[in-house]
């Protein structure tokens, strides 16, 4: 026994380092899991606190290009509203962002909730996003987020007042997307090196891409509206293993400087999960 | 000024720095990422006990994790370095820790080489072990060591100018 102890005592030093060493892997290995209570504890509030202090001063610094792009926005909203648009027949209008009950009787699908995203990173692995918007504004895990330009995310994690975001630029992250022109429906991940540029891949061969191509998210995701721009097409490569495209992909977002985001939410995103996780048990 | 007053408020200003400044500069190309919030382990008095060295290592490391989302990732290489500190000291300073006052690492103490080196070797053991970890999760091996280089290089750049900064005065006199 007193062995025992002169042992511990003589190594006390390489124990703890090794005890610190392994909490800080297994946290580090487990993070999928972890993230949500690593990020819900008071934690996520406090530095979320700090981050929108700093954040209050950083962005006057970014004031001009969020004008711009906000004008650009409001021009291209302002192009679509009803009095500017003529249809040729009011039966068949359509309206992408509706979902119908019957002929007369519509609703919203998407429902756009601002919020500014208050940290960001894109030098890391797997970066992540904070939110200055939570579960008391009625923010919940798996909702999209998407930005002027394009789409940016999905929120992971939710404390009261502050969400955490998955962004694109995650190794883990997994969006389906479709070439605007048609045809050609594939899933866009990050390699983890640019964060100028996405992958699309599982795209086949059989359809022609060309560089400039827009990306856009598909109608069969159950979080982000259909249509939402991911990028343009900057490389076609094709793999020499399958049967496959692997596509470079300019994002439409610049995710160094994104200020302001939307969190949307599927208002029949619950209905959808429903049956199709009905149909996969049977 | 007292040494623990000084070692918080430089800590506080180092993190702040590191955070909310240096990262957040768009990044000049996919290798560099500018770190250099180990430093403050590397600053820390040569007589601090080495328990209180793993501790105050592991705590730097998760604070920086809390900011970047990465929970534990820095807090695994900033925890090496403070468990390798004392060996790498004591082979390049033939001096034990008690001889010491409350001096720390600086070009003057240690001598301009020695300082150097000790810098040097402690910083490619925090990024080879942090991007290590990087890699084991994803990534190719010509990342692996693209990364380590220029990651390191942007690293030694920085610290030179931060060791300017804070040890100003005792290289004046």
Known sequence: MRNVFLFIRRYAVFILFLILQGISLSMLFSSNRFHNTFFGMVSGEVSGDINRRVNNIEEYFTLSVENKRLREQNAFLLSRIPSGVMSPDSLTEMVTDTAYIDSVKQYLQFQYLSAKIISNSVFLQQNYLTLHRGSKQGVESNMAVVGTDGIIGTVVGVSDNMSLVMSLLHKQSKVIALLKKGSGLGEITWDGKNPQYLLLKKIPKTVVVKKGDEVVTSPYSDKFPPGSRIGWIEEVKQDQETNTYILKVKTAVDFSNVQHAFIVKNQLGEEMEAIQSKQIKE | ?173
């Open chain 2, 1 to 173: 000024m007292n040494v623990v007053i000084r070692n918080i408020i430089r800590i506080a200003f180092v993190l702040f720095f590191q955070v909310f400044i240096v990262t957040k500069i768009p990044p000049l190309h996919q290798f560099i990422v500018p770190y250099f919030y180990f430093i403050l382990i590397l600053w820390l008095p040569f007589r601090i006990t080495r328990i209180n060295l793993l501790f105050l290592g592991f705590t730097i490391g998760m604070v920086v994790d809390w900011f970047f989302k990465t929970p534990g990732l820095h807090a695994a290489a900033s925890l090496l370095i403070a468990y390798f500190r004392p060996y790498v000291v004591n082979l390049l300073l033939p001096k034990e820790a008690t001889e010491w006052g409350n001096e720390e690492p600086n070009s003057k103490t240690m001598g301009s080489v020695p300082y150097v080196i000790y810098i040097i070797i402690l910083t490619l053991l925090h990024h080879f072990y942090l991007i290590f970890l990087e890699w084991l999760q994803f990534g190719s091996f010509l990342f692996f060591i693209g990364k380590l280089l220029a990651t390191g290089m942007v690293s030694l750049l920085l610290i030179m100018i931060a060791d300017l900064f804070f040890n100003k005065k005792s290289r004046s006199r």
